[in-house]
């Protein structure tokens, strides 16, 4: 069953989407519309790959235009509910929302493409680790970092503050302490209002607010809800297979996994032989399935 919204309606859902979507992909969407029957699966596959555009279709499918007792955050089914005309429409009104420079497409490409890793990586390794939702740790591998355009186009020298984080790390120091000093919030706070007005479910939206958070969440006591403590554990070992640390912070080190390395893989069970068996394994495979 899908659902037909009107121009006003599409424009409606669509107010505070500000993440850009990758241009290659919304060249082969395009593409994919012209088709005499657009394939839904190939539209969902694409549209996954960016998180922008699957911010802006999770926040649609979740408005109250649908009335949906559960939240949705798994793209396909997204997909399924609206259709491919309604998808169509959706991808159309982003793409007018503004052309973007060179400039700021090469500085946004660290981001789309560490989005993508991220988000393949959880799922493989929920999938690998028993996780009963790998969809929502793919959702969280590719929302994650949702704050970091929207920093990106507020502050000019957010590349360079956000490398001095990444090289200032330390059990004493996370990396958005430098991102608070300099500009008084952190691509984290910013994610999470951005994951909150796409509706995303709660224990998603808490995840991105704390995923440079997780020293204090691992180290204190079991009061934390579990869910949120194994979404962030997935989501920090998928960000070090996937060298997180030297895409977006231009550092040969990992600073902040080797902070957390010792409480995340001991609540997941996992020994350092363990973990490293899995990291070559994925990193051959390319975060494949």
């Known amino acids: 069953m899908s659902y037909e919204l009107d121009e006003a309606q599409i424009l409606q859902a669509l107010q ?3 993440v850009p979507p990758q241009p290659q992909i919304m060249v082969d969407l395009q593409m994919e519309q012209v088709m005499p029957e657009p394939d839904l699966r190939n539209i969902a596959k ?3 790959q960016d998180p922008g555009l699957s911010g802006a279709l999770l926040k649609v499918v979740n408005s109250p235009f649908f009335g949906l007792s559960n939240t949705i955050s798994s793209i396909q089914q997204a997909v399924n509910l609206l259709g491919s005309k309604m998808v169509i429409n959706l991808v159309n009104a982003l793409s007018i ?6 400039e700021t497409i090469v500085q946004l490409n660290r ?4 989005a993508q890793d991220v988000a393949m990586t959880c799922m493989s390794l929920a999938k690998r680790l028993g996780y009963q939702a790998p969809d929502e740790a793919y959702s969280l591998g590719l929302f994650h970092n949702c704050g970091i355009p929207l920093m990106l186009g507020r502050f000019a020298d ?21 991102e608070n000093r300099r500009y008084n919030t952190n691509h984290a706070v910013v994610g999470f209002y951005t994951a909150k007005s796409w509706r995303l479910p709660k224990h998603l939206c808490d995840a991105i607010a704390n995923h440079h958070n997780a020293l204090s969440i691992f180290s204190e006591s079991s009061s934390r809800d579990s869910n949120l403590r194994t979404l962030l554990a997935i989501l920090k070992m998928a960000e070090h297979i996937c060298q997180t640390s030297r895409t977006l912070g231009n550092q040969t080190e990992d600073r902040e996994w080797a902070s957390i390395q010792t409480f995340v893989l001991e609540y997941m069970g996992l020994s350092e032989y363990d973990f490293e068996q899995i990291k070559e394994t994925l990193r051959d495979m390319g975060g494949a399935l």
């Open 97 to 102: 929302k503004g052309e973007m420079s060179d």
């Open 46 to 48: 694409l549209i996954s």
């Open 16 to 18: 505070g989407i500000s």
């Open 158 to 178: 957010f590349i360079s503050v956000m490398e001095e984080a990444y090289a200032s790390a330390s059990p004493e120091w996370r990396i958005v302490d430098t």
């Open 111 to 114: 981001f789309w493409d560490t």
